[in-house]
């Protein structure tokens, strides 16, 4: 919960389930015998001096620190599974943290050994060590598309004694779909919707696209999701890298010329045509932009520049979808 700033609603702990040599605890029950018996010794309830204390120190490393380090690592190295975290214990008890969505790689072995390497942090999990083999972590990862599968949605269930796992079924049209379909292959986060935690303001525009002649593609050089949006796992607004905003089903479109710096009277209309995008050229900048949700469909007024002109950008989409693949840190307005 510190860590992540938010309320940890559902996890489950795995331990391994590793036998531990019966040795270990023999060793340490043949160390207890000798201090016993030197306790009794130094009370002089027995005559002998038989042990002495430098053999006792001598004796500890062999019948106590290794079979308790062989303890530790057969019981230890702990699971922590959340809704969007997976945590390692490492041999000093603390938990190593990896955002799901983080995961840049994962790989099982032949021996179902699985490799999990994040950002700077990487996992060997043994996974026979483990109850059930975690093999709810397995199918996370293969509906997270690392295991040459598609990326799709589910849900975790967190119950007592399991944790259930269920694909969902996306409540999105089937235009909607079928945009999303044509990237998942370009972008690690790929999200339909919330139009309202998603903020185009002072952002490059690197090309412009169509599809049908009815969607329109920005490219972008970035975007700011604010701390609500699903993909954001920081109470933070965050900037992202490199960003593609599809507008779907564009209508109703108005390009102005509204003159330069001074001269805000001098309007001229460009354009009522989704084609009139077009003249959004490389490195426009997004100076402003703002959505207003109007029933089924969205409205947007967006303010950009183009050299010394200054346009007004008006049109109206159904649905949004925003692509990236990483935040580059928190936006403009968290760092005041």
């Given amino acids: ?50 042990i002495h204390p430098q053999y006792l120190l001598l004796l500890s490393i062999v019948f106590v620190l290794w079979p308790l380090l062989h303890i530790h690592l057969k019981k230890g190295f702990g699971i922590l599974l959340t809704h969007d975290v997976i945590a390692m214990q490492n041999v000093f008890n603390r938990y190593r943290m990896m955002f799901i969505q ?4 994962a790989k099982l072995t032949k021996k179902n050994t699985l490799y999990i390497k994040g950002k700077g942090l990487k996992f060997k999990i043994k996974m026979p060590h483990y109850e059930d083999n975690l093999n709810v972590i397995k199918s996370i990862l293969n509906y997270e598309g ?4 598609k990326k799709k949605l589910y849900k975790l269930f967190f119950e007592v004694d399991q944790v259930d796992i269920q694909e969902m079924s996306p409540s999105v049209d089937p235009t909607t779909r079928r945009l999303l379909d044509k990237f998942l292959d370009d972008y690690k986060h790929l999200t339909p919707g919330f139009i309202k935690d998603v903020i185009l303001y002072n952002a490059s525009v690197e090309k412009v696209r169509f599809i049908e002649e009815r969607h329109a593609l920005l490219y972008m050089s970035h975007v700011d999701l604010k701390g609500d949006y699903p993909e954001n796992t920081s109470f933070d607004a965050q900037k992202t890298d490199n960003a593609l905003v599809v507008f779907q089903d564009v209508s109703h479109v108005e390009i102005y010329n509204i003159g330069r710096e001074q001269h805000e009277a001098d309007i001229e209309l460009l354009g009522t045509s989704i084609s009139t995008l ?7 900048i997004v100076m402003e932009t703002n959505f207003k949700v109007l029933g089924d469909r969205i409205s947007t007024d967006m303010v950009i520049m183009q050299g010394a002109k200054k346009q007004r950008v008006r049109f109206v989409f159904k649905e949004i979808i925003i692509g990236f693949n990483t935040f580059k840190g928190a936006s403009w307005f968290e760092k005041k």
């Fill in 146 to 149: 690392h295991f040459k599968q």
């Fill in 102 to 105: 983080d995961i840049q790689k």
């Fill in 278 to 284: 077009r003249k959004i050229a490389k490195n426009a």
């Fill in 1 to 50: 919960m510190k860590k992540t700033k938010r309320p940890l609603s559902g996890y489950r702990v795995f331990k391994q389930q590793v036998k531990v040599h019966k040795k270990a605890y023999l060793a340490l029950f043949l160390y207890a015998i000798a201090l016993v018996y030197y306790a009794l010794e130094y009370l002089e309830f027995v005559d002998t001096r038989y």
